[in-house]
């Protein structure tokens, strides 16, 4: 497929676990970005790739929240020592440049519940 | 600190009616805006966008209208079809996206 994919699509984990979350972003897509979205709310941004480097990581919610991108490609996105309030949908997204204007593409999600 | 607002989390229009969502923002210093469409268990998708040099842009059923001075925009849908059933999000563009928190638009037949 020639979209975003993201695994796991679902992740049910007791709270204190660590979770990493992955993410496939279109081929040659320079920029990737993580968002978040809990119930009701809107999309939050949590941080932005471009190549491999992350500019911009002000979104991340706390110390326990890292990611990383090799390869220009893959992302992983690690939440240390879960807390039931990082239950949310975890969406990735790439796009061919980091401009700001460029048109996102997203994944479907990770659906991430802390018991 | 939310700079974009979507008020009305959900929207009930009938088959063939307009439909007319909206979306504030504060930050003088947006210049792109963009409108989103998420069905359930999907990613959102890109749907139609809309610089701030213009006020007006029209793709097919959709417009997309920006108010600058009032800081507003809206997206028209005519005429509405179940198919357009989704969640709805705006975005502003400065440096990144700022994303509002939906509207849930229902179309009944």
């Known amino acids: 497929g020639a979209g975003v994919s993201q695994s796991p699509s679902n992740k049910v984990t007791e709270k204190g676990k660590d979770v990493e979350l992955r993410c496939d972003p279109i081929s040659g897509h320079t920029a990737l970005y993580w968002y978040r979205q809990s119930l009701g709310q809107g999309l939050e941004f949590l941080i932005y790739f471009q190549g491999n480097s992350a500019p911009d990581k002000s979104g991340l919610p706390s110390d326990r929240f890292s990611a990383e991108r090799t390869g220009g490609s893959v992302s992983t996105l690690t939440i240390q020592r879960t807390q039931q309030e990082d239950s949310a949908v975890y969406l990735c997204?790439?796009?061919?440049?980091?401009?700001?204007?460029?048109?996102?593409?997203f994944g479907p999600g990770t659906r991430l519940l802390v018991l | 600190d939310q700079q974009v607002k979507q008020n009305s989390p959900s929207l009930s229009v009938q088959e063939g009616r307009i439909s007319i969502l909206n979306c504030d923002y504060t930050n003088s210093m947006f210049d792109y805006f963009l409108w989103y469409k998420k069905y359930p268990a999907e990613g959102p998708t890109f749907l139609i966008s809309i610089s701030s040099i213009k006020d007006k842009n029209e793709d097919g059923r959709f417009t997309v209208f920006l108010n600058k001075s009032a800081k507003h925009l809206s997206l028209h849908i005519v005429p509405s079809q179940p198919g357009d059933s989704a969640v709805y999000f705006c975005a502003s563009v400065f440096n990144k996206f700022y994303f509002g928190s939906g509207t849930k638009l229902n179309v009944k037949p």
């Open positions: 997204a790439s796009s061919a440049g980091g401009g700001g204007r460029e048109t996102q593409y």
